[in-house]
C-alpha cells in the first residue's frame, strides 16, 4: 500500500541524495535542516531571519503545542502558520518523545500514553489518533506517526516491544491520515533502538504500511557516532528510494554530513539555538566558545567570509561581552548564526551532490572543522 | 561662561519646541525619545530594529560599561559605536545614579564616590574626572556630569546638600571636558528634589558654570506626576532658550507629552523595554497587558493601523501565547512594538510643533489614551 509521492529526487552523487519535496505551503529543498520551533517560537529569533537564514521548513513540537496553546485553539485562529507568522513549510512531531522526555505520570498501553502536564499537571490522552487529529488542527505540512522511543541502553526485550508497538500505531496513524486534506504529508517512524536485525524489521514493516516519507527515530540520544550510522547504514537500503528520509533530532554538522553521505534527507535539531544561548558559535572551522576570554578583546568577527552579516561583522569581543553580561542580545546573535551556519551548511552540500562533487565537500569539510578555530591574537 | 552650540531650534509651539542637535555620529531630531541600551546592547532588539523604529539616538551605561567590559577595553576596540554596531549618536549617563541604586558599599567624599562592583565586588572610584575620562573612552557623542542624585522623600538639608555637591562636581566635570574633541558635548544636571527654590538655585548655579545642554535630573523617582511638571516649571524658565533640555529617565507616554509641552526637547527611559518584557505593549489606547486572558482567542493584532509591521500584524492570541509560554520572542517582539510607539509618538509631537497644532495633537494623544483598548471579542 503506497501514498501519492510528493518528492522529486533530483540528483545522486554516491548514496547522497539532492531533491524538492513540495508542501502545501511551499518546496523544501533537500538535504534539509528543519530549525526547531519549539512552542509556535523559535528561541530568541524572529521568523524573517529564519527565513532569510535560508531554511525552507521548521519544526513544531506537538506536545508544547496541544498543552498550550492547544490545538484547538490554533485550529481557530488560522492554523500554526497563521498564528505564527511564518508562512512556510511546517513539520510536527508526533508529541511521544516528549511525553516521554517531560511529561509526568506517564502511562503507556496499546490503544494510547495518558500523562499529566508538565506546565499545569492537566490530564491528557495521546492516542495515535489524536496525534494525527491534533497535528490536523494546528495545519501541519508534514505529521509524523506516534512512536515509542526508547531510551538507550536497553534491553533488547524492550527495544523489540516498543519497535512493534510502533509499527502498529503506525498503521492505525496512516488509517487516521486518510482524511487529510490532499498535500499533506504523513512519515512513518522506524525505531529498534542499536539492534540491527530490529532496525531492519522495523523499517521492512513501516515499508510495508506505506508512508509519504520515512523517518529514522530513536537516535542521538547518546550512543556513539559510528552506532548511529551504523543503523542509517541497516535502515536506508531497505527504504524506498523516491520517497524523503528523515533522521530525527540529529545533529552536529559532522553528524548531518556523515547521514547526508548515507542518504538521508532530513533533520532537525535544537543544537544551533540552544549552544547559541550557551554562547557556543558553530562554525566552518569547528565550535567557537564565546565566553571564553581568549576573545575579550579580540575585534575580528567569527568568519570574516561568511554570507551572513552578523557572522562577519560583530567583533568577537562584543560577542563575548554580550554573552558574559547574560545579555538576551548575545542569545539572539548567536541563535542566528548558528542558524545560518547550518543552513549555509545545508546549500553546500545540495550544491556538491548536485555538482557530483560531494566526496570533497565532505573532505574539505571535514579538514576544515579538524583545524579549528583561528589562533589568538 | 557658555559653550559652543550644536542646537538648532527650528520652531516654537507655546513652550513646546522642535529642533536638530548635531553631534559627531549624526542629527538628533527633537523631541527626542533615546533608548536605554544598558550594557551595550537594546535587552531583546537589534540595533537594526531600534534605527528603523526611528530613533536617532540611544543611551549607554556608564557604570554597567565600566564594570564590564570596561572603558579602556572598549576604546582600544574603538569605541561603543565600532564595538556595539550602533552607528548612531550616543549619549552616556555618568555613573552616578548605578553607583547609587546598584553598587555596594557606596562611599561619598567631595572628591567622588569609591564603591564595589555588583558583579565581582572589585573596588572603583568615581570622580567627576575620571567619569568624564570613561564617556570619552567610550566615544560618547553627548557625556552627563557626575551629580549626586537624592531619593525621595528626603529632607531639605540633604537634597541641599546634594544639590550643591552636584554643582560643584558641574564645574569640575566642565573643567575635565575642555580636552575633549570638537563636536563632543557636555550637560549639565539641576538637581534639588521637590524642592522648589532648589530647583531654581540648582538652575542658576548650573547656566553659570555654563555647557552644551542641560538635564533635569532626580526626578521620576517615585514622586507623583504632578511634582516633576511643577519642579520643570521651576527649572525651564532659568535655562537659555537655544540649548537642549533633558528630562532624565523620564517617562511614560503621558509624562513625555507633559514635558514637551513645557519645553523639554530629550527623554530616556527603560520602560518601553522593560514593560515589553512583562507582556505590556504600549498603545495608541494606552497600555495593552498581553498576559491577560482575555487576549488568549484574539485574532486580532495590537493596532491595525499602527505604522510598525508588528503591531499590525502579529495576532494579540500569538504574543498572548508567547508571554504565558516565556518564550524570547515575546519579549523581543513587545520591547520592538513599545520602543516603535515611543518613536512614532516623537514623530506626531515633533510634526505637530511644526505645524504648529501641538495643543491639538495633546488633547487628542489624551483623549485616545483615555479611551482604552479595544473591547475583547
Not at 293 to 320: K, M, V
Amino acid at each position: 500500500m503506497t501514498s501519492v509521492n510528493y518528492f522529486e529526487l533530483q540528483g545522486r552523487d554516491g548514496e547522497a541524495r539532492v531533491g524538492r519535496l513540495t508542501t502545501p505551503h511551499g518546496v523544501v529543498r533537500t538535504p534539509a535542516f528543519m530549525p526547531v520551533g519549539t512552542a509556535g517560537a523559535m528561541k530568541g529569533m524572529h521568523w524573517r531571519e529564519v527565513r532569510d537564514a535560508g531554511a525552507d521548513i521548521v519544526l513544531g513540537n506537538t506536545y508544547h503545542l496541544m498543552l498550550r496553546p492547544g490545538a484547538e485553539r490554533i485550529a481557530a485562529l488560522g492554523g500554526l502558520q497563521r498564528f505564527t507568522g511564518w508562512n512556510g513549510p511546517m513539520l510536527t512531531d508526533s508529541g511521544g518523545f516528549q511525553v516521554m522526555s517531560l511529561a509526568q505520570l506517564r502511562k503507556l498501553s496499546e490503544r494510547a500514553v495518558t500523562f499529566r502536564s508538565h506546565i499545569d499537571g492537566t490530564s491528557y490522552e495521546l492516542s495515535p489518533e489524536r496525534s494525527i487529529e491534533v497535528q490536523r488542527l494546528l495545519g501541519s505540512d508534514i505529521a509524523m506517526q506516534l512512536d515509542e522511543c526508547v531510551r538507550l541502553p536497553a534491553e533488547h526485550s524492550d527495544i523489540e516491544r516498543a519497535m512493534q508497538l510502533s509499527l502498529r500505531w503506525g498503521e492505525r496513524s496512516k488509517r487516521a491520515f486518510e482524511k487529510a486534506a490532499p498535500g499533506h504529508m504523513l512519515f512513518g517512524i522506524a525505531q529498534g533502538g542499536d539492534v540491527p536485525e530490529l532496525r531492519r524489521a522495523s523499517a521492512r514493516g513501516m515499508v510495508d504500511t506505506g508512508f509519504h516519507g520515512y523517518a529514522i527515530g530513536g537516535l542521538a540520544v547518546g550512543e556513539p557516532q559510528a552506532v548511529m550510522l551504523a543503523m542509517i547504514e541497516e535502515v536506508v537500503p531497505i527504504l524506498p528510494s523516491d520517497r524523503p528520509r528523515y533522521l530525527m533530532g540529529v545533529g552536529t554538522p559532522a553528524d548531518i554530513l556523515e547521514a547526508v553521505a548515507r542518504g538521508v534527507d532530513m533533520f532537525d535539531c535544537v543544537m544551533p539555538t540552544r549552544n547559541g544561548r550557551h554562547g557556543v558559535a558553530f562554525t566552518r572551522f569547528g565550535p567557537v566558545n564565546l565566553s571564553n576570554a581568549r576573545h575579550a578583546d579580540d575585534p575580528r568577527p567569527i568568519d570574516e567570509e561568511s554570507s551572513w552579516p552578523s557572522t562577519r561583522s560583530y567583533a568577537r569581543a562584543y560577542l563575548h561581552h554580550l554573552v558574559k553580561a547574560g545579555e538576551t542580545l548575545g542569545a539572539m546573535l548567536l541563535s542566528e548564526i548558528n542558524i545560518a551556519y547550518y543552513q549555509d551548511l545545508m546549500r553546500g552540500i545540495r550544491e556538491a551532490i548536485t555538482q557530483g562533487c560531494f566526496a570533497q565537500f565532505r573532505e574539505r569539510a571535514r579538514a576544515d572543522w579538524a583545524r579549528g578555530d583561528i589562533a589568538p591574537r
